[in-house]
């Protein structure tokens, strides 16, 4: 069977392949499920209409109207599957789940609504004539030579007795059946063409608002990460250049005051001065530390691990620097887990892997404490806030810590090369 | 103290400044002070000082600028001392700064937090031990390389007191000033120098010990 993507395509190209393909038999099935399909509509939506109307004094016809556009969307959804038998690759939409989920919160669809009563009033009449007259015409036709054997038999006005004449009847449905296959194609296609006229847009506009939700994500998240690195810039080059002049000129002090009271003034002035500049230090690292910067993700865990009060080894493989956010998010997905352990874990020691699968950037850190540790994304800190980084960026979080552990934090990002 | 001639690459002009004057007070002459990593090069070219000091973050771009022009004046003039100073602890620059030098290199090396320079009388002994060949590392540079190898392992055999001393080493003392900061005898500093030597498998011969015990701290 050769393959084209849709019955038009197939009739236009080449009508005398189109006969024998499948396109003939599915444009058939999709006249002919028409009806059924337009007489249900026709009675739901006259029930509803009716009650709809009747109760609307009450406002709980209101509330019944209101239901139409979600059954008009249910609709939708059917009618969407069944372009299959005419096309193939329909447009894709909500499954019939995702539209009952969704109920009434999606805006009307008025096209929608349009179409479940184009299908109720027009469309399935027209199917059903057509089909009644496409299929008994060459049936009745091909079967002549039995049939005027047992009866008087008439088609369309011309009344067929001799046995020749059944033969030449039989000739005649060869062509009707023809005909048939291209009159059911025509009309299925110009009635798909139309489904997905009023059934489509919806879909697009679907698509493309939630690809532009995840763009503006994105963007989010990186304006939020540019803005961090500004903060990080604005303290390492400003605040802390100016601290260690001031601890230069207090140390040159110390070698000048006199000893005494003064000098141990100076000398205070120093620690001081030192201390501010250790915390300073410390509140960069926590924004962006410049040791990921510069040198990236393994360096930069490293230092992490030989910060932390819990025995912490370290591997993490990579040929090249990660994108800028999946370092980041990765950097602060360990420095977080490892904070955790040290806090609430009990852990004897801890693990960090990270490696490339492919293009996901996978990393794990694990440990040997009590386990039970939870992700509670609705707090947005910590790691909850960074599980909805990793979300924004493609990737995941995953935190498994059954009691008795072990506890194991895994993130996974895209990190296309 | 003998008088170096200096050359100085410091971006921020305040920092700068604070570096001249202490430097000059000192006695030292500072023949140029840069701002950043290409004038650094020149001027080395030009004056071939007895020490360069420079900061790591430069211009243009801020990241290890410094780092590399340190390299490379190690890498083509082995007889000049470089001094690298760092705003922020990042052990990664050891290697990149120890193994740049070729082999038969004779000056020295030091990395040390700029936060030390406030402490100027140990700023200075550093200066000059490093012009005299001597390699130094900052203390919280050696604090955090020990701390990453605490479990099992040939470190955990080692005494508190050997412990110490191999900090102290790391750091790049000589064995009389780890005497004089422990307040023991230098033949007692041999002797746990021995025995710390022993107990991580290093070659004793070695008379690049501190590279030595870096590497092995970094677990190379």
């Known amino acids: ?417 | 103290m003998r008088r170096l001639r200096i050359v100085l690459a410091e971006d921020s002009a305040l920092l700068r400044e604070g570096l001249v004057g202490i430097l000059e007070r000192a006695g030292h002459e500072v023949v140029a002070a840069v701002a950043d990593a290409d004038a650094l090069l020149v001027y080395v070219a030009r004056e071939l000082p007895d020490v360069v000091v420079t900061d790591i973050r430069m211009p243009p771009t801020h990241t290890d600028e410094g780092l590399r022009a340190a390299a490379r004046i190690r890498a083509e003039h082995p007889e000049i001392a470089v001094m690298v100073l760092s705003a922020y602890v990042a052990e990664a620059y050891v290697p990149e700064l120890l193994e740049a030098a070729p082999d038969t290199a004779t000056s020295g090396v030091g990395y040390l937090l700029k936060d030390r320079v406030g402490h100027v009388r140990e700023f200075l002994d550093s200066l000059d031990r490093v012009a005299g060949g001597e390699t130094v590392v900052d203390p919280q540079v050696v604090r955090q390389l020990l701390g990453r190898r605490r479990d099992d392992g040939p470190l955990a055999t080692l005494t508190a007191r050997e412990r110490e001393v191999l900090a102290l080493m790391a750091e790049g003392r000589t064995n009389g000033s780890i005497a004089e900061e422990l307040v023991v005898s230098e033949a007692a500093v041999r002797k746990h120098v021995g025995g710390i030597f022993a107990k991580l498998r290093l070659d004793p011969a070695s008379d690049r010990r501190v590279s030595a015990v870096l590497a092995y701290l970094r677990g190379a």
């Open chain 1, 1 to 417: 069977m050769t393959r084209t993507p849709d019955a038009w395509t197939a009739l236009r190209a080449d009508p005398w392949r189109y006969l024998g393909s499948r396109w003939p038999w599915g444009a058939l099935a999709y006249v002919v499920s028409t009806i059924p399909i337009g007489i249900a509509v026709l009675v739901v939506l006259a029930t509803t209409l009716v009650v709809g109307a009747v109760t609307a004094v009450l406002v709980v016809g209101l509330v019944v109207l209101a239901g139409i556009p979600v059954l008009a969307g249910l609709l939708g959804v059917v009618e969407r599957a069944r372009l299959r038998l005419v096309q193939a690759a329909p447009p894709s939409g909500m499954s019939w789940s995702e539209r009952l989920r969704a109920g009434r919160g999606l805006a009307v669809s008025w096209p929608e609504v349009g179409y479940a009563f184009l299908v109720s009033v027009v469309l399935w009449p027209i199917d059903f004539v057509v089909a009644l007259v496409a299929i008994t015409v060459p049936v009745v036709l091909l079967l002549a030579p039995w049939l005027s054997r047992v009866d008087r038999m008439e088609v369309l006005g011309w009344s067929v007795d001799s046995t020749a004449e059944s033969w030449l009847a039989v000739a005649v449905g060869l062509v009707a059946l023809a005909v048939s296959a291209y009159v059911v194609g025509l009309l299925a296609v110009a009635q798909a063409a139309l489904a997905r006229l009023l059934l489509e847009p919806r879909d697009a506009e679907l698509v493309r608002a939630v690809a532009e939700l995840r763009r503006s994500r994105v963007d989010l998240v990186d304006a939020f990460e540019t803005e961090r690195r500004r903060i990080e810039r604005d303290l390492h080059d400003g605040v802390q250049q100016r601290l260690v002049a001031l601890t230069m000129t207090l140390g040159s002090a110390e070698l000048d005051v006199p000893d005494g009271p003064g000098l141990t003034l100076v000398r205070q002035a120093h620690r001081q001065a030192e201390e501010a500049l250790e915390e300073l230090r410390a509140t960069v690292r926590g924004i962006h530390p410049r040791v990921l910067a510069d040198h990236g993700l393994a360096a930069a865990v490293h230092e992490i691990a030989d910060r932390s009060p819990v025995p912490v080894s370290v591997e993490i493989r990579l040929d090249e620097r990660l994108p800028e956010p999946v370092e980041t998010a990765a950097y602060f997905v360990v420095s977080e887990a490892l904070t955790n352990v040290v806090r609430h874990s009990g852990a004897r020691r801890a693990q960090v892997h990270g490696w490339r699968q492919a293009e996901t950037f996978v990393l794990t850190v694990v440990d040997d404490g009590r386990g039970g540790a939870v992700l509670d994304r609705g707090t947005g800190s910590g790691l909850a806030g960074l599980a909805v980084r990793l979300d924004a960026l493609g990737g995941e979080l995953r935190v498994t810590s059954p009691a008795g552990g072990p506890t194991e934090v895994r993130m996974a990002a895209p990190c296309a090369a």
